[in-house]
């Protein structure tokens, strides 16, 4: 069966400070990769998604990068945190092709930024 | 641009039916999700729709209206586990599953 893990779980960070959340799939090859972010009691927005290695899009202008080094790996980074950075991040996949009508999700990353 | 919306909260006791629904404006439409989010955990899957109609999964039921671009999501007899936040979520893209999501809605089950 196939899960997804990301971690870490919690993180309290300055501002300024670097950041890297990493997610990995197990159990399918060649996903749809997700990062999602919720800011408290609010919706899930999509900021980067990846159809193979190396291959990154993203939806909103912002600090926070993603890369693809592997099929399965996906890692969210910023080079400096900012305090509206703060929020859940959710990793996700979804199978290629038609049967990928259901996207997974991670446990989630808890990012505080002080 | 795309946008969803569904009203922000909806309370209910225990034993009733909760209808939650959504409307949507998209670029492209490739169906409607479901999602329960319970507090502090990440969205797990309900249901989904690609075509008009209802699709029953045990006590949740999701309706779709393409030609009306709404949807609901359909909760009968409402336990206390059921209280959690509910997502829908379009897909945009045909070869590319792109989900979007709404802002939810949150469901209060009371004794």
């Known amino acids: 069966s196939q899960t997804i893990h990301q971690w870490p779980a919690t993180l309290v960070q300055p501002v300024g400070s670097p950041l890297s959340l990493e997610c990995t799939v197990e159990?399918?090859?060649?996903?749809?990769l997700y990062w999602y972010r919720q800011a408290a009691g609010r919706g899930l927005q999509l900021l980067f998604y990846?159809?193979?290695?190396?291959?990154i899009s993203s939806e909103v202008p912002q600090n926070l990068s993603a890369s693809r080094p592997q099929d399965r790996q996906f890692i969210l980074s910023s080079k400096k945190l900012l305090l509206s950075d703060s929020g859940f991040y959710l990793c996700?996949?979804?199978?290629?092709?038609?049967?990928?009508?259901?996207?997974?999700f991670g446990e989630g990353s808890w990012l505080t930024v002080v | 641009g795309q946008s969803l919306e569904q009203p922000s909260e909806v309370t209910a006791v225990e034993g009733a039916i909760v209808q939650i629904n959504c409307t949507y404006q998209t670029s492209g439409f490739y169906g409607l999700s479901w999602y329960q989010q319970h507090d502090g955990g990440a969205p797990t899957f309900l249901s989904y729709?690609?075509?008009?109609g209802l699709e029953e999964t045990g006590r949740f039921s999701s309706f779709l209206s393409r030609s009306d671009s709404y949807g609901y999501l359909l909760l009968q007899e409402l336990q206390m586990k059921d209280s959690a936040s509910y997502f829908c979520a379009v897909r945009e893209g045909g070869g590319f599953q792109k989900l979007v999501f709404g802002t939810g809605t949150r469901l209060l089950v009371s004794p």
């Open positions: 729709n690609a075509l008009d």
């Open positions: 996700a996949w979804s199978a290629q092709g038609a049967s990928g009508n259901t996207i997974y």
């Open positions: 990846s159809v193979g290695i190396g291959q």
């Open positions: 159990g399918t090859s060649n996903p749809n």
